[in-house]
């Protein structure tokens, strides 16, 4: 399974896309097991601690590798930025800043999911932020999973653009849901 | 004795030419340095067996230094001059060192640029925002140079032990420090003449000590509670991997604030007010010795007697201790939370919770940590070595020095970076818990036609408001070539290396002219100001030579009050009025020349009162002599 790198200075090539870097298909459902294994694999290779003791022109290499290295797994590893580089890779932007045409029942949805998140944190109620927490995983994983029918199945950017942006709103309930917990524990 | 473990044969002539590298904790208490000798990670002790070397400085009039145990001695006699806990002042601004008059130091206020102030940063905006200073005795010393002092002391120590100069070292720092304080550190290895190979962070240190030892696989928290900072980062291990998940922390919570809740303790139990600088600093010495005393008993007595007379006696219990440090502890506890938040990860997934610290000896610690996370913290490795034993671990495999395993060691920056936008508000450019190393670019544009600069403010921190983060470093981008607004793009890109520390780089894109500029963050210090400060420490090139002439003189000072007191009680008899005031008086002398650290005076005091006790010293000897033809024994002749 684990691909062996061998890689000697002149190979590491930095125009690679981040699939190709870690020597994977450019395709939405990964093997994430497989990803991790393929990163520490690389990592191992570049990581600046192997050069430490190389002159400072050397040093410098492996830290552009690392980083390009960490940049590639940790846009992979998430599924939201790996559909968004995906499609960049498409050639399709996913317009999360300019396309405010999202289905008024998912927006309703995501106001109360909001109003609920503001309530238990002022209520210092954190069995209601772990319910709504769940809640918003469970909404997560089915929008991940129709993301990748859209994605690899289908081809239909268009249609996975949309679901990027709904994808969106739910790092940003997760970030909100964070948050609170903060405000309760202070 | 450190010395004779020199020579081990081979260690110089070895085939694959073995590199000297070690690893250093800078610790706010005390700091340690480590190697790996025989595929075993110890510990490097000086001349008297001790590896623990108190992070106290002490500076003299004459410019001469001494780091240590001996200049702990004196922090009571002369608590100005002598520096202890300067990690805490390291990339800090005055504002941020808190209540100052809790402290006997006279402090610099790196703002109004002082004649007298060898430290002032020339350039106004970094002397705006500069580094705390501390005038002593010796002229106003920055937190950098200080702590240069104590990386010099065990790399002498070092470079003695492995007979040889090293290579490189690996110094530890909290894993919750920011780039300020992570640069003010390599600064002062840089001072000290230190090859750094990596900042280590504490933590991760103590994980490779603790996961290599016990070849542990899974999920561990690090709770490291020091002298002057806490740390916690969670880690997953796995087959010669350590991946730091979360890092989080107080970089300005530590046992000394223990102590510190004792010291207040005893000013409100005596109904004492301000104390001058020797009482505050006697006071807390007795603190910690009670803080300690209450890790393995249930009370502890403190007693003193205050410069005008007063007299402390009071009886701490461990219950009243608790209380009085409950809050601390319970600032431990945000932290834990939020590291395991941002590792996507809960209590029950936490294998193992591995105490590193001094501080967490402390049983109401322990205790805490254990119902935190519901499993008895492993408590069986030295919580004082651990960091530094794991450093020279590190330090040898980044020297290139292959042992046959090799691990991988993934770390996190622990702050968020951002930049200054409109309205104050700061832009996360890099998220905290970023693996490092990792760069991020942001696209701007300029807001007006034909302009041709633009202003950077790059900052630290979680907070929204650009006044609550951490500000790095402002710097201003020219010559973007006129143009109309928002046609001009300029590319900023952070990139954050292994040792955790920014660089920032500006760009303008679009007409193929470039303007880039690197950023250090003003907290730091240039090239050139460590140039300068290297030369000064030349001109003291002569420093360890005077202060152990210094220390041997006040030995010598110290051994002959002892006798000349000792005598004066046995024989009494011997000495008129007249000749008993003079020894007194020149006692007296040499007391205070000690108390005053000037060379020549403690000389001139000793070579007085030598002269002064010469007849004294003779009719003690004709006594002596007469005793012995009464035939009394020999051995009672005997004075110490």
Redesign the interface.
Known sequence: MLQVYCMSSSEFNFQQNHFQLLGLPAVFKLDSAQLERLF?AL??QV???KS??LPDVEQRLA?QR??RV??A??TLKSPLRRARYLLLLQGVDTQEETNTAMPVDFLMVQMEWREAVADAAKARDVDALEQQGARMKQETHELEAALAVKMDDEHDYAAAAAIVRKLRFMEKLAEEI?SA??EI?? | MALLQISEPGLSTAPHQH?LAVGIDLGTTNSLVATVRNSLSVVLPDEHGRSMLPSVVRYLADGSVIVGDAAQSAQSEDPVNTILSVKRFMGRGLADVGDISRLPYRFVDASSCLPTGRQCSTEAASAKHGMVQLRTVAGVKSPVEVSAEILKVLRVRAEASLGGEL??AVITVPAYFDDAQRQATKDAAKLAGINV??LLNEPTAAAIAYGLDNASEGVYAVYDLGGGTFDISILRLSR??FEVLAANGDSALGGDDFDQRIHCWLLEKNQLSALNPKDTRLLLTLARAAKEQLTEHNEAHITAVLSNGAVIDNMLTEAEFHTLSQNLIQRT??PL??AL?DAKLSVDDVKGVVMVGGATRMPQVQQAVGRFFNQTPLTNLDPDKVVALGAAI?AN????NRTGD?W???DVIPLSLGLETMGGLSEKVIPRN??????RAQEFTTYKDGQTAMSLHVVQGERELVSDCRSLAKFELRGIPPMVAGAARIRVTF?V??DGLLTVAARELTSGVEAAIVVKPSYGLSDAEITRMLQDSTQFAQDDMQARARREQETEARQLMDAVQHAMAQDSDLLDQAQRADIEIQLQNLQDALSSADQQMIKRAIMALNEATVSFAQSRMDKSVKRALAGMNISDLETK
Request: hydrophobic share 30%.
């Open positions: 520490r990592q191992a990581h600046p601690d430490a003791h830290m690392s980083t960490n940049e797994y940790q964070d917990y903060d524990d202070n | 590199r290579t490189g190979l990596r010669g991997i506890m945000q939370k939020r938040r590190q495999l980044l020297a290139g090799d991988l060691l993934l970023s693996t490092i190393p990792t760069a990139q290396d292994a």
